[in-house]
């Protein structure tokens, strides 16, 4: 473990084998840092923090601090980040807001500069969060999400696995997994097909999964109608009933076609 002469650790913080904290850092009570993991210089991380093993905080993020909603009177709540995730400079990561409520980031996910992230978000793992991409209070990000730089998602909106969001767009409905979504608001623009095949999807799901969204999205039926039609039909890939079990829970409504 090294810590710098000039970082300031509180003795109630609890730190594992091989930590790093760069200089001017602030670590506070409660914090927990998992093996291996680094603290750039002048962060703060405070509250009732975990951060798993061997992840990387650059300069001057913030990690842990009171969550910015008016409602939040101090009540405990907590943040738990997982193993190998990197998080850029100026990151705000904020913990939960109600009494025993938490933020959670899993495992392996790159956080890039500048982003924030708000009281009571979920996200997954192998997630990438462009420059300044901006999540509100109670998003939840599925796996493997991109989300484009300058990205703003309104609170309690869900991003699907293997989607892919443009940058600079505005997101106000949930995002279907593996599509690809772009504009002002944003709209669907079809399937993320590079995503698909990165992650070794089959052909034959690939095809249904074109299929269903041409239903979904160009059929001009309602979401409704369009489920319905999905229910019939005689898929077989588990990314079909992923999909269609996304978007019937949905309560904000799901992004349309372009």
Known sequence: MKIHSTAIVSKKAELGKGVVVRP??????????????????HCVIEGN????????????????????????????????????????EYVTINPGTEENSKTTVGNNNLIMAYSHIAHNCEIGNNCIIANA????GYVR???RVVVGGLVAIHQFTRVGTLSIIGGCSKVVSDVPPYSTCDGHPARVYGLNLVGLRRQKISKGSIKELSHA????????????????????????????SHLINFIKGSKRGVCRHR
Not at 133 to 136: D, E, I, K, N, Q
Not at 213 to 230: E, R
């Open 24 to 41: 001017y850092a602030i670590i506070g009570d409660g914090v927990k840092i998992g093996v291996a993991s680094v603290i750039g210089p």
């Open 49 to 88: 923090t975990t951060i798993g093993k061997r992840c990387q905080v650059f300069n001057a993020a913030t990690v842990g601090s009171s969550p910015q909603d008016l409602k939040y009177k101090g009540e405990d709540s907590f943040l738990e980040i997982g193993d190998d995730n990197i998080i850029r």
């Open 133 to 136: 991409g901006t999540l509100a």
């Open 141 to 143: 990000l599925e796996d």
């Open 213 to 240: 969204f041409k239903i979904l999205f160009n059929s001009g039926l309602t979401v409704g109608s369009a489920l319905k039609n999905l229910s019939e039909e005689k898929y077989t890939s588990a990314e079909i």
